[in-house]
């Protein structure tokens, strides 16, 4: 089993950032690919980015240039840098693990968090 926290949302106005992060416990952090989903009220769960155990990261096209994925295994975490955040930008973020990095693309992972609220106000 591989437990996710996730820490960072929040409210924020147009054009600020956040860090969103996550933090596994139970398996070797270090062996699975990792991501970050978002859901907006009425939408369907949507990927943002997700990371290999390597270290590569995948991003989608429309978000690619303003989020960044990035992940530290010493602390058996992964973060995503949001920059200029837009009013369409407000989920309900969620962290994603699996072993297998094409699971965590397409949302078919074992492992979810709990997710957090960000929310960005106009």
């Known amino acids: 089993q591989v437990q996710l926290v996730e820490s960072g949302g929040g409210l924020v106005q147009a054009g600020g950032s956040l860090r969103l992060s996550c933090t596994a416990s139970?398996?070797?952090?270090?062996?699975?690919?990792m991501g970050w989903f978002r859901q907006a009220p009425e939408k369907q769960r949507e990927l943002v980015a997700a990371i290999a155990a390597g270290g590569t990261p995948i991003y989608v096209d429309s978000m690619k240039g303003r989020f960044t994925i990035s992940r530290d295994n010493a602390k058996n975490t992964v973060y995503l840098q949001m920059n200029s955040l837009k009013p369409e930008d407000t989920a309900v973020y969620y962290c994603?693990?699996?072993?297998?990095?094409?699971?965590?693309?397409?949302?078919?992972?074992?492992?979810w968090g709990q997710g957090t609220q960000v929310t960005v106000s106009s």
């Open positions: 139970g398996r070797t952090f270090s062996d699975y690919a």
């Open positions: 994603a693990a699996d072993r297998v990095l094409h699971s965590v693309v397409s949302g078919t992972n074992d492992y």
